[in-house]
């Protein structure tokens, strides 16, 4: 009888000793999964076209062209709401990125396409990624889209932009000799024409719209900064 509670003692020792074995294996697991999560901000093409958070648990992407008036309406409705859409995104902890591409040079010829990424591209290498976009995007309305210029495929094309258009804008912005060095060297073609093939393989589209597991293309001329909250609404429901 004692030997055989002896042995009863042992096993409920092994027992307890498995159990615990198990259980420390399953937390290792749940920390190993924790820290090896990829992170937004390592995904991101480049993180000085990123706004938010970069560690964040959402993860937003548009895939964009300058030239694409569709694109620039998402764009300008979220700039003309600009602290309403960056609170939006840290109270949402998420990280928005913009893939700006010549999606429209590769696809249809477009020359102003090639040539607005190159500039917003080397204004990126300066840290001034977000102030050239948002220049472009309000020069783009000034210029042409407020005037009915190039909103639509059946609207009037841009015909008239001067060549140095582009580098005019990154000179309003006292973007100095080394942007316009890039500009005229042509020093980011590499970098857009990666960039747009791993676009082709992603985006059905311009503008295209990766927000978590919601995707989508399009945005109509006529939409407002209501349709562009039901974009980022539907990121987080879907």
Known sequence: MEEYEKQNAKGRIWRLLAVITVAMVFVVLIIASLTSRT???????????????????NYYIMYTDLMCPYCDVFSREALNHWDE?????????????VRLTDYLYEGSGIQAS???????????????????????????????????????????????????YWLK?????????????????????????????KALSSANGMPFFQFNRFTTSGFDSNWDWTYVKRYLDAGLEK
């Open 85 to 97: 859409f960056t609170e939006y995104l840290s109270s949402n902890d998420i990280l928005f990125e």
């Open 114 to 164: 090639r040539d607005s990424a190159e500039a917003t591209y080397c204004a990126m290498r300066e840290d001034r990624f977000w102030d050239y976009y948002h220049a472009a995007i309000g020069a783009l309305w000034d210029d042409y889209h407020s005037k009915g210029i190039g909103v639509s495929k059946t609207a009037t094309p841009i015909k008239d932009m001067p060549e140095d």
């Open 169 to 197: 804008i990154g000179q309003k912005l006292n973007l100095g000799e080394p942007f316009e060095k890039c500009v005229k060297n042509h020093e980011a073609v590499a970098e857009i024409e990666e960039n747009t093939r």
């Open 39 to 57: 992170l937004p901000g390592d995904q991101a093409w480049d993180e000085r076209s990123t706004v938010g958070n970069l560690e964040a648990k």
